[in-house]
DNA sequence: CTTGTAACTGTATATAATTACAGTTACTTG
DNA sequence: CAAGTAACTGTAATTATATACAGTTACAAG
């Protein structure tokens, strides 16, 4: 879609609401009506202008004949991440799998993305392989949250545990080792943390 | 709304699928021509009759001026389902704690509705104390398969076997104990399977 | 058997709506 | 400064659309 005038934008905007409180598409005498024209051509060339530029489409002979263009919006819902590849960053498009029809609402705080389990290392959090993790993107996390973290490379999800130059990510699983990182030495970045699962 | 005739709900329907081809209302010459009327009036009368019933509104003297009536429609997402009261189906008006913004198809079978866990029986499948179970409704359970049931007026979630007139009713948990039915001395009911998991 | 209603045909007409043509004014761009 | 374009006025004509009126046929209910 080509850059509108200011009034072009106006006279779309105002079809937008008309639109959604009719139902239907306005007359060009409508549109003379709430823009002040005289003259029913005025209309007429503003929506020619519009469609020139692709903003809407004209059905000739038909009355009401106005189609909104519409925007390529982005998808909604959570987007899935499989696997993360090293040395990415963990939203990377590459990563998306699909788009899940879930409200980023649904939790608290709100789910930024979903990030699929791979491992047993939190079973005991009723975590399991092939769950859902919904997470929340930040780079702070407390003592004993859950969290997706990064360490050189490997994307995990851990109990997090910090004193200091140290941090603890725990498994909640005793099968699993814990990880235990000197921040001076191994650099580590906090993904997100968990605020939520997902078994579909 | 009131009720429609078979031919009424024909022309609703071709309405609807109209306006979702078009983006506008149709005439009452399109309706015509869609229908095989060969008298403008049939599409007329036709309109005056799902407008007394309710199901469209006219708006006089305005091209196109048919305004779909929306149906007072469920309220979108899953029901949540606290606790069951004894003696009262499941699925009861009263149990319903509000309606979640998640989508039925999210899950394969389809959910009907969300349970709210109590304790921790179910602990090693990963289903833990708080968490939002998604139930699809079924009276058919296979062996092996996590299963609502109602025992007596209690709803509970549990590993479902069963062999002829034996049912076992297992946890996921070695503390709690597996529960055994014999189903000519004890009603058992299946409600559903579990479809999913949702812990927010 | 009458009454009411759904589901139409057929004709006619007023009005709603599109759209062409001929201009004007102000502003921007090469 | 000429040419193009946005943003209009004003008039007119054609076509699209709604809608009234007068009927017909079939069927179901009191």
Chains 1, 2 share one sequence.
Request: aromatic share 4%; proline share 6%; hydrophobic share 45%.
């Amino acid at each position: 879609m080509q850059e509108l005038t200011l009034r072009q934008q106006e006279i779309l905007l105002w079809i937008r609401q008309y639109m959604a409180d009719h139902g239907i598409p306005p007359t060009r005498l409508a549109l003379c009506a709430a823009m002040g024209f005289r003259s029913p051509n005025a209309a007429e060339s503003h929506l020619r202008a519009l469609e020139r530029k692709g903003a809407i489409e004209l059905v000739q002979g038909v009355s009401r004949g106005i189609r909104l263009v519409e925007e390529p919006k982005e998808p909604s819902g959570l987007p899935l991440i499989g696997k993360v590849a090293a040395g990415q960053p963990i939203l990377a498009v590459a990563h998306i799998e699909s788009y899940e029809p879930i409200a980023p609402e649904l939790f608290r705080p709100v789910a930024h993305y979903l990030l699929r389990v791979q491992g047993e290392s939190m079973r005991n959090a009723g975590i399991l392989e092939g769950d859902l993790v919904a997470v929340h993107h930040t780079l702070i996390a407390q003592n004993g949250q859950i969290v997706v973290a990064r360490l050189e490379d490997e994307v995990t999800i851990k109990r997090f545990y910090r004193q200091g130059e140290r941090v603890e990510l725990h498994p909640d699983n005793p099968d699993y080792p814990v990880i235990e990182v000197n921040l001076k030495k191994r650099a580590l970045h906090i993904e997100g943390v968990m605020v939520g699962l997902i078994r579909a």
